[in-house]
């Protein structure tokens, strides 16, 4: 239902929902015909799935918060036309330079932010500095790969590094220096090949720049300048505080949230409109479903935990596949089509592997750049598909191909890399 999203019209929000509450309750019912239940009584069972419901609860709350925070501080600093100290900079007309620096803006960008926000900022570039819309197609298509290639690597890049960061399965300099050359080479190797191919300028558009935000409110540059970097400095705090504190993702983020919070109010504090730009107008505009749509989820896959079949999954798994290289391959290929969220929480309940196990961070790199196979699975391939109108059939023919050659090249890089090592 919910990789079938388009067809039906029912936003895979409320789809996720009715799973993740449908499975907890069938357990709670149905606790009997569990395994988990074998010579307890139904009171017994009943007050297990409690627990265990409350247990995941308090892992899933830490997730959504940590992305509450990044997706308002990021608003924020759209919202003060941030992203344009570094987008009004670029200048070059000939389409190969131009795409390689495009795509390497978002493969940096989408480490720092997360994909889908980097993907939305690019296509909003896209649209000031090319007109033909077939060019800003394929531009688009290669920016949904660099963004996934990009947030693959870093542990605030994408949800799904996200939470294998926040379970604790890998580590913020593991993940970069075990990811970071694979992803790399996803996004270099098709780019490439394409520049033997592409040739002449682009359309240009006009570029209008303008000192309002989103909202109408006057800004002054230095008040963009302060945002800009006091956002984006607070979104590279959080892993530096989890490493010095060992606290919680998500308790950095509140802190970063809660200094830009202060900003903002000393910044505009003499402003009658003031209100259009503090945080408060920022979480209103935060993708709430996307929240929900995790929520779901992830109650859905410790429900599926709890019952055990998770664990059959990985037998399953192992027996048929074997080596953790190919699963990891067939997850990142699943994830074009299913999204690769609850993959990734499927696995982190499959597998107890130990922190930094080259496991967790090969499903990092598969299950982040698996998604730009198709326009349809990652966020970032969605939004792009949404805002350009780009027919799914148009990104299979044209970037679908170059995605696996990346893909592929990406993992093997990372295989190579670890057995010389």
């Known amino acids: 239902m919910i990789a079938f999203e388009g067809k039906h019209k029912i936003d895979k929000a409320p789809i996720a ?36 419901l409350t247990d995941h609860l308090g892992e899933v709350a830490g997730i959504l918060f940590f ?6 501080i990021v608003e924020v600093v759209d919202m003060h036309n941030g992203f344009s100290i570094i987008t009004d900079k670029i200048t070059t007309k000939k389409i190969v330079p131009l795409l390689w620096l495009i795509c390497m803006i978002s493969f940096f960008f989408s480490s720092v932010l997360d994909n889908l926000t980097t993907t939305i900022v690019m296509l909003s570039l896209l649209r000031k500095i090319i007109e033909s819309q077939k060019q800003r197609w394929l531009f688009a298509g290669m920016v949904v790969v660099a963004s996934n290639a990009g947030g693959a690597w870093s542990p605030i890049g994408d949800v799904t590094t996200t939470m294998l960061w926040i379970s604790e399965k890998v580590t913020v300099q593991n993940i970069i220096l075990a990811t970071f050359i694979p992803s790399l080479v996803c996004l270099v190797l098709p780019l490439g090949i394409m520049s033997i191919f592409l040739k002449g300028n682009i359309r240009p558009a006009l570029n209008l720049k303008n000192s309002q935000s989103h909202h109408g409110s006057e800004i002054t540059t230095k ?20 490493t010095l504190t060992h606290l919680p993702p998500y308790v950095g983020m509140m802190l970063s949230l809660g200094i830009l919070w202060t900003v903002t109010e000393l910044l505009h504090a003499k402003k009658e409109d003031r209100h259009l730009l503090s945080v408060i107008s920022g979480l209103k505009r935060i993708d709430l479903a996307s929240v929900l749509f995790f929520l779901g989820v992830l109650l859905a896959i410790g429900g599926l935990e709890t019952a055990g079949t998770l664990v059959k999954l990985a037998t399953a798994f192992e027996n048929y596949l074997g080596n953790y290289y190919v699963i990891n391959f067939v ?3 699943l994830s074009s089509i299913v999204d690769n969220v609850p993959l990734v929480a499927a696995a982190l309940g499959m597998y107890t592997y130990p922190t930094d196990h ?16 198709l326009i349809i699975g990652s966020a970032s ?3 792009a598909m949404g805002l350009e109108r780009i027919p799914f059939a148009w990104y299979f023919k044209k970037i679908s191909f170059w995605s696996l050659i990346g893909y592929l090249g990406g993992g093997f890089t990372f295989i190579f890399l670890k057995l010389i090592t």
């Open 17 to 52: 929902l009715i799973l993740g509450v449908s499975i907890w309750t069938i357990l709670i019912v149905f606790g009997e015909s569990f395994d988990f239940s074998a010579g307890l009584e139904h009171h017994e069972i009943r007050k297990m799935v409690e627990e265990n």
């Open 67 to 72: 992305l509450i925070g990044a997706m308002s």
């Open 223 to 242: 008040e963009r300048n302060i945002i800009f970097f006091v956002g984006v400095s607070g979104l590279i705090l959080v892993p530096i505080f989890k």
């Open 331 to 333: 997850i990142g290929a």
């Open 358 to 373: 080259e496991f967790w961070e090969f499903l990092a790199y598969c299950a982040g750049t698996g998604g730009s196979l």
């Open 381 to 383: 391939g969605v939004a």
